[in-house]
């Protein structure tokens, strides 16, 4: 079975800082990866996805995300956030092919002070 | 349109009651889903429907009772549920041949 591991429980930074949030999944075969956002009151909302070619992938909002297959990690980058994005991020994973149950990670939750 | 919608938005029931929730979307995803997602947790799978069937009950007891008439809708039957059962419950639609999968607000739902 999949797992999914987020370290980073809560996260505070000040605007225009540098956001690094990391993603570890357990699963020996191939996976798609994923980063959903969840704005306070909002609905999950993809970020970004990894299926399959060039590693570094962009999303919405200027997050990218690098899959690092050797370290089993998916990590979210953004270079300089904005109180706006203060949200809950979860990183998830699924196996590729079909309607597949979709692992979330324990969250991290992001403040941004202005 | 990407746009997956639930109703109610809120919802209060007592432990006797029975209520549906509903879902829909007009995306053409032949796969859907309930998740239920308690507070600062991450959603957990309930049921997976493809093609208007039930492909996966992740265990969930018999008091949530899943139904997809039509490949538009998804609706989650609810009866004699406990407190415990108080939880966002989350829609999300994809195609059947995999991909991302798209979520609803959810439904707020208070068991008393």
């Known amino acids: 079975a999949q797992s999914v591991s987020q370290h980073n429980h809560h996260v505070i930074l000040s605007e225009a800082a540098s956001l690094e949030l990391g993603c570890n999944y357990s699963?020996?075969?191939?996976?798609?990866l994923f980063w959903y956002v969840q704005y306070p009151g909002q609905h999950l909302q993809l970020l970004l996805k990894?299926?399959?070619?060039?590693?570094l992938v962009k999303g919405i909002k200027g997050f990218e995300a690098e899959f690092i297959k050797s370290k089993f990690s998916f990590n979210l980058r953004k270079p300089s956030v904005q109180w706006s994005d203060t949200a809950e991020y979860f990183c998830?994973?699924?196996?590729?092919?079909?309607?597949?149950?979709?692992?979330f990670g324990t969250g991290t939750k992001l403040q941004v002070i202005p | 349109d990407t746009e997956v919608t639930q109703t109610p938005k809120h919802l209060v029931m007592g432990m006797t009651n029975k209520k549906s929730l509903k879902c829909e979307q007009h995306?053409?995803?032949?796969?859907m889903y309930w998740y239920k997602q308690k507070a600062k947790k991450p959603p957990e799978l309930m049921f997976v429907?493809?093609?208007?069937?039930?492909?996966i009950n992740e265990s969930v007891p018999s008091r949530f009772s899943p139904e997809c008439p039509n490949s538009s809708l998804l609706n989650l039957h609810l009866h004699a549920l406990q407190p415990e059962d108080s939880a966002l419950y989350l829609c999300?639609?994809?195609?059947?041949?995999?991909?991302?999968?798209?979520f609803g607000p959810g439904t707020r739902l208070t068991v008393t």
């Open positions: 999300a639609s994809s195609q059947v041949s995999g991909g991302e999968q798209y």
């Open positions: 699963y020996g075969g191939t996976v798609n």
């Open positions: 990894y299926f399959s070619g060039d590693p």
């Open positions: 998830a994973v699924n196996r590729p092919g079909g309607y597949q149950k979709v692992t």
């Open positions: 995306m053409g995803h032949r796969a």
């Open positions: 429907y493809s093609y208007e069937k039930l492909s």
